[in-house]
């Protein structure tokens, strides 16, 4: 063997056996949550609670880093780039499923970052204001078939507009203009304000309180089966549609980290997890909590990313 060979056998030798200390050691200082929105927001929200609680379980300070901006993709470029040690972590929703087919130039892939662990989900859902006709997705879609309707999200590119207008354009065959606003919050306000017709949002987004409330009228939700918080709102498939698409809250890594590391914030995060107040707090603001090993993480993120890029290329849109 040459000396060259030799050295190259030696440092890899040598590489995969500090693996294993490295995982014992860990964590040997403050670990940092950079989250991918603004606070205040769904990610912000889980973020400080898994925190709380992973902190609790390694002994170490799990700080929570704002890095809002570019649908996400700011702070999870900035993970994709951080060492794979562990310390910097990416807290993000379904948009970086997303971004992945939509922003073809964000500066990183979603192959950079490996899953962690998918802590909750909030399916998308459609809700009018109270003085609509309609009371189940089934009778509004017969009420517009023939006609122009207007849907409202929280912006381009969103989870729920991307999931909305393929739902309607694809499936429902709904003849639909989609009205970006700047947030939730306002088109929210638009569709109790009939301004719109239609909402397309999340239950998490703020819709089950209002639901809940009576001051939206909800009438679907694209799950699987009906949601505790609003359990009067039939699913996509009672109306007919076997349509599911959810926005969701997880945890990454970049790509590089050793299963050894990624292992043991699992198993702490799927601890925190148990805890059934947190739960109920999830579930009070339409979230339901998730739980898998990491590997199950990793395989759901990547399905997800097959998932929203087919809806996004059926759709031709894209945004630099």
């Given at each position: ?15 995969l056996?500090?693996?294993?200390a ?56 900035a ?36 899953g ?5 989900s ?9 003085g ?32 909305a ?97 990624t ?32 590997e ?25």
């Amino acid at each position: 063997m040459s000396f060259f060979k030799l050295g190259a056998a030696l440092s890899v030798a040598a590489l995969l056996a500090a693996q294993p200390a490295i995982a014992q050691t860990y964590p040997a200082r403050d670990i940092t949550f950079l989250v991918a929105f603004a606070p205040g927001g769904v990610a912000d929200t889980v973020a400080r609670l898994v925190a709380q609680g992973v902190s609790q379980k390694l002994g170490r300070n799990v700080i929570v880093d704002n890095r809002g901006g570019a649908g996400g993709n700011i702070a999870a470029a900035a993970v994709a780039r951080a060492a794979p040690d562990g310390y910097t972590l990416l807290v993000t929703t379904t948009a970086i499923a997303i971004n992945e087919t939509l922003t073809p130039n964000k500066g990183y892939a979603t192959n950079d970052l490996k899953g962690i662990a998918i802590v909750a989900s909030s399916p998308e859902c459609f809700a009018t204001g109270e003085g609509t006709p309609a009371n189940t997705l089934a009778e509004f879609l017969k009420s517009v078939q023939g006609k122009s309707i207007n849907f409202g999200t929280a912006g381009v590119g969103s989870g729920s507009h991307i999931a909305a207008e393929y739902f309607l354009k694809v499936h429902a065959k709904v003849n639909a203009v989609h009205v970006p606003f700047k947030g939730g919050a306002p088109a929210m306000n638009a569709v109790m304000g009939n301004q719109i017709e239609l909402l397309a949002t999340t239950l998490g987004g703020g819709a089950a309180g209002q639901i809940a409330g009576g001051k939206l009228k909800g009438l679907g939700v694209a799950s699987a089966k009906r949601v505790t918080v609003t359990p009067n709102v039939p699913t996509y498939a009672e109306a007919g549609y076997p349509f599911e698409a959810s926005s969701w809250v997880g945890v990454f890594a970049p790509a590089g980290t050793s299963s050894q590391i990624t292992g043991m914030l699992n198993a702490a995060i799927e601890d925190v997890m148990k805890d059934a107040a947190l739960q109920q707090k999830l579930q009070a603001i339409g979230f339901d909590p998730l739980n898998g090993s990491q590997e199950q993480a990793d395989v759901m993120f990547k399905a997800e990313v097959v998932k929203w890029g087919t809806m996004v290329k059926a759709l031709d849109i894209t945004v630099n």
